[in-house]
């Protein structure tokens, strides 16, 4: 592998690390916090205003760092966002391993290539 795929690569590695914890954030980790503050015995009231409070301004941080490093080490395009301009249905954002446009990485490298 030379050393522009390698680099290419990398980047696309560090985008799906991006993805993985706008997912995490978004989806699991209310659930654990709520699941945290109810042990502890705070009310619904108290739930339904910590777990906002907490979790928005992380999601939506993590959610703008996604969106600006969306592109596509290969073809310079939006990586997640498709050519009109959206998630598509949404589940794609979860889910997707190649780019919208272009279809890269066509093939994952071995462990065994430097």
């Known amino acids: 592998m030379d050393n ?3 680099d290419k690569f990398y980047y696309y590695l560090r985008l ?5 914890y706008f ?12 699941v ?3 042990i502890f015995g705070l009310n619904e009231s108290h739930v339904a205003i910590v777990v906002p ?4 301004p992380v999601s939506l941080f993590l959610g703008l760092k996604l969106l600006a490093n969306d592109t596509c080490p290969w073809c310079k395009a939006g990586f997640f966002i498709n050519s009109a301009g959206s998630f598509g249905d949404g589940v794609s954002l979860v889910f997707r391993k190649r780019c919208s446009s272009c279809g890269e990485p066509k093939e994952y490298p071995s462990k065994n290539q430097k």
């Not at 799906?16 to 993985?20: F, Q």
């Not at 997912?23 to 709520?34: E, G, K, S």
């Not at 409070?53 to 928005?56: L, T």
């Open 4 to 6: 522009e795929s390698h």
């Open 16 to 20: 799906m690390r991006l993805r993985r």
């Open 23 to 34: 997912v995490i954030m978004t989806l699991v980790f209310p659930l654990i916090l709520i």
């Open 36 to 38: 945290i503050l109810k």
């Open 53 to 56: 409070v907490i979790v928005f």
